[in-house]
Structures are given as C-alpha cells and as structure tokens.
C-alpha cells in the first residue's frame, strides 16, 4: 500500500522566514508527486513532479523530487501572512489513478 | 473559466437520513475523483471515474457508500443511511485524463448528528 509522511506536522514562522517542508514517500511504480496548499476546503494545486520534472520554481515557491531518497521538498522563502495554510504531498502511482495524500504540514506565519 | 464546483457546500443531517453530494467537474475532464477528509486527517481517496464508469472503487468505505457520474460529467456521491463517523468534507477533483493533475472543488462539508 503507498504511503506519503509529511514533517514537521506544524510549524510556526516570523514573515521573512524561509522554511522548508518535507515528504517522503513509499510507492509501488511511482508516476509522480503533487503539493498541494489547502486554506480552507479547497486544496489549490501547487506542483507536479515526475522523472522528467524533479524541480519546479514558482515566484517564492519551490519543489524538489528525490528519487534516490524517495523524498520531496517544498521551500518557501521570504514566507508572508498568506502563506499559512496546510500544504499537502501527494503521490501516485503509474497503476492507479488515485492520489494517496500525507496529513499536511499546517504552516503559520506572524508579523 | 470555471473550476470544480460542488454543492452543498455544508450539508447537516441526522443520523440514519440518506444524504446526496453532487459534484460538477471542470468542462472537459474525462477522470473524476471523490475524497474525503476527517477531521485532521489526510485526504482519503474513495472512487475514481473515467467517463462514466468507475474502474477504480476501493476506497468506498462501506456499501452505504455509491457514487454515479452521467453524462461523463455530473457525479453524486449519495450516502445511505450516514452515521456520526460519516462526518467530513467531501472533496471532488477532475483531471483532463487519468494520471494528469488534479484540481478540487471547494469541498461539502457534512455533519450527521
């Protein structure tokens, strides 16, 4: 059965802070690895990687896949209010269609 | 352009009552899934649909639990007879096709009493 852990399980950051958020993963014929970030209901679709695309950029936002380590992680720098939220891994497997999530790693940043 | 929707987006119920959740997926996306999320657990996968059928449905908790989707659009989630454990937000999501990504719905959150 695949499995995603996720750490740390919260966090607390000063705005300006950079953090770092990691995921390591446990799945028969891996396809790929998506972040997601949920505020309320809603996961907002973050990044995908895959064997083709282990390192994604967006803005302040970035993602990297390990393959060797079974492991990804999420930074992000120059953190803001906005950022808090619960960001979400997830991974599926090239045999199913189903996405298998972590719990989250719920993010808080302050003034 | 429009996202997944779903609704209700809160659905409160009594405990026995049959409940339905419906879930429009983004225009022209084959693959729809349904998950829930408990109370401060991970997103839970529960059944998947390609078209209009359901290859996938392992993750239905129990036979209370059916889902349809016609059209190779709207789904329903219905549940039968919920019980206090059923309480959770039900979250919808679509893809252009299997394994691509998936984006979700806002979500219904359901409360039995």
């Known amino acids: 059965e695949d499995k995603v852990v996720q750490s740390p399980l919260s966090l607390v950051v000063h705005e300006g802070d950079t953090v770092t958020l990691n995921c390591s993963y446990e799945v028969t014929n891996f396809r790929s690895l998506l972040w997601y970030k949920q505020e309320k209901k809603a996961p907002t679709f973050l990044f995908m990687l895959t064997s083709s695309g282990i390192e994604k950029k967006s803005g302040r936002l970035s993602s990297i896949l390990d393959k060797k380590e079974l492991s990804s992680i999420l930074n992000i720098t120059a953190t803001q209010t906005g950022d808090s939220a619960i960001y979400l891994c997830a991974v599926q497997s090239g045999t199913a269609s189903k996405l298998t999530f972590g719990t989250g790693t719920r993010l808080q940043v302050t003034l | ?113």
């Open chain 2, 1 to 113: 352009g429009a996202g997944v929707s779903q609704s209700p987006s809160n659905k409160v119920t009594e405990k026995g009552k049959d409940v339905e959740l419906r879930c429009d997926p983004i225009s022209g996306h084959t693959a729809l899934y349904w998950y829930r999320q408990s109370l401060g657990q991970g997103l839970e996968f529960l059944i998947y649909f390609q078209g209009n059928s359901a290859p996938d449905k392992s993750g239905l908790p129990s036979d209370r639990f059916s889902a349809e989707r016609t059209g190779g659009s709207v789904s329903t989630l219905t549940i039968q007879r919920t019980q206090q454990e059923d309480s959770a937000v039900y979250l919808c999501a679509s893809s252009t096709q299997r394994g691509e990504t998936q984006y979700f719905g806002p979500g219904t959150r359901l409360l039995v009493l």
